[in-house]
């Protein structure tokens, strides 16, 4: 079965920080307000709050990844 | 006696001894470089196998297996392309410099025969710009070999940006399509999609100096120096507290003792030692005592062999005030599109000038020490990463310097600038 992670394209993420509002229990900010990301799997119970980051991120920075 | 130029006079190196890739005959010239190396033979899809038999890994810094790197690369639907890389951004390195001004025709040759072994009819060369002698060496040599030889292969050679991560794969790639000389998100990654779109197998100088030796001799002989895990010889580039600096060709698990010992060093002279560039770290000369010089050995002790550089630090240098000023310089070399690095370094850089200003309170090594986690793993490439390893070791190897800064007694020499900070240059 294939799990999602959680990825941020860094060169696009200007640190609006959307996402750490929104998957507070996955993503939280830096010292200068960009996202830190728990590395591990998304748990299937929030894969929906993690879905709607993704599609809010203002610059399409965050993406999540498909691992077997 | 004349001798004809059908023959290869060399049929093979030894396997046991050096120099390999160095030798002392100026070998600048083709002919005399067929004389003492012999004609190469055709790559093939067959190298690769020998390539992966040799354990033959980059010799630029990461340490990736070259016959992954090629696997992937001949494994693309499009014609590909090789890039040879020798723009060796790394302030204190000069080995691949050293390589294309002694032996050019053998780098040349190594990109040759992977562009067969791959299926690529293009070689892009790529150096430094300000390397005159490399450009010049280059030059003559691709020249020499588009009158005298009947090789298909096309070699065109670039005049890189000298910026620290403009070697950096995805950055060299991104320059050679027009872009800035900057790191680019994976995927795609180059040997999926790069110059041109097309599949692009990247590989350092030093790299492609061996990989025309293991087609010449084989596997076999390739491991005959070197140890099980890390096979084969290494060129490293030696400086500060020894007698003589310099480029040097080294049996890999060559143990550190004998590398400062013929250089006209020793541990007693040395305060600690900066191993694998900036990227590498620093290790207190008892750290440093015992190790050999090649990637599995120096990995477990928590350094790097990267590119080979190694400096040791004399006691009357500060390593403190040496290792800010390579923070700072390390932090204005951010290419300014990864939000954790662009901040991170910066702040990085400021705290270590507080510790070299006498962190009275302790708040900048606090603060320090957070943020180097912080940096970690959070970057289009791995210059953060490198950044915050190389500061890491600078607080552990350097405690009681920190210490004697904190107290105002430092009597170190503050001026010496053993480790180079280059002007930065442009992207383009």
């Known amino acids: ?68 | 006696m004349a001798r004809t130029a059908v023959e290869p006079a060399v049929t093979s190196l030894s396997a046991h001894t050096l120099p390999r890739l160095l030798p002392h005959d100026d070998v600048r010239g083709l002919g005399p470089f067929l004389d003492h190396f012999g004609t190469r033979p055709r790559g093939s899809a067959a190298l690769i196998g020998e390539v992966e038999r040799a354990g033959l890994r980059g010799h630029g810094g990461a340490g990736f297996p070259t016959a992954t790197k090629m696997a992937a690369v001949a494994r693309g639907r499009r014609r590909a392309v090789v890039v040879v890389n020798a723009t060796e951004g790394e302030p204190m390195s000069t080995k691949d410099k050293a390589m294309c001004s002694v032996a050019p025709h053998l780098v040349l040759d190594g990109a040759a025969l992977a562009a067969e072994a791959v299926g690529a009819p293009d070689i892009v060369v790529c150096v430094d710009r300000h390397a005159r002698a490399t450009l010049q060496s280059l030059h003559r040599a691709i020249a020499e070999r588009a009158t005298y030889t009947s090789e298909r292969v096309g070699f065109r050679l670039e005049a890189a940006p000298n910026r620290y991560v403009a070697g950096e794969e995805t950055a060299l790639v991104h320059w050679l399509n027009g872009g800035d000389a900057k790191p680019t998100f994976v995927p795609p990654r180059p040997f999926e999609k790069g110059v041109n779109g097309r599949p692009t197998l990247v590989q350092n100088a030093e790299t492609l100096a061996h990989l025309a030796l293991i087609a010449r001799f084989g596997a076999r002989w390739f491991r005959g120096l070197g140890t099980a895990d890390d096979p084969g010889s290494s060129l490293v580039t030696v400086a500060g507290a020894v007698g003589q600096s310099g480029v040097y060709e080294i049996p890999l698990g060559l143990p550190l003792r004998d590398m400062l010992g013929s250089a006209g060093g020793s541990f007693d002279k040395t305060r600690a030692v900066l191993i694998g560039g900036y990227f590498g770290g620093w290790l207190p000369v008892d750290a440093a005592r015992p190790l050999t010089l090649d990637g599995t050995t120096l990995r477990n002790a928590g350094s790097a062999f990267g590119c080979g550089v190694v400096v040791a630090l004399p006691h009357q240098t500060c390593g403190l005030v040496e290792s800010a000023s390579v923070a700072r310089w390390l932090a204005n070399e951010n290419a300014g599109q990864c939000g954790p690095c662009m901040n991170g370094l910066p702040a990085i850089a400021h705290a270590m000038d507080a510790l070299v200003a006498g962190d009275r309170n302790g708040n900048a090594q606090k603060h320090l020490e957070r943020w180097i986690a912080m940096v970690s793993g959070r970057g289009a490439c791995k210059h953060p990463d490198g950044t915050a390893r190389f500061v890491a070791s600078t607080v552990t190897t350097f405690a009681e310097e920190i210490e004697d800064h904190r107290r105002g007694r430092c009597r170190r020499s503050h001026s010496t600038r053993l480790l180079a900070t280059p002007a930065p240059g442009g992207w383009r």
Do not use: F
């Open chain 1, 1 to 68: 079965m294939s799990k999602t992670h959680i990825v941020v394209n860094w060169t696009t993420c200007v640190g609006h920080g959307m996402c750490a509002e929104l998957v507070p229990e996955l993503i939280r900010l830096d010292d200068w307000g960009y996202p830190i990301v728990d590395p591990r799997a998304v748990p299937p119970e929030l894969e929906a709050h993690v879905k709607r980051a993704v599609e809010m991120c203002p610059t399409l920075a965050l993406l999540v990844q498909e691992t077997n």
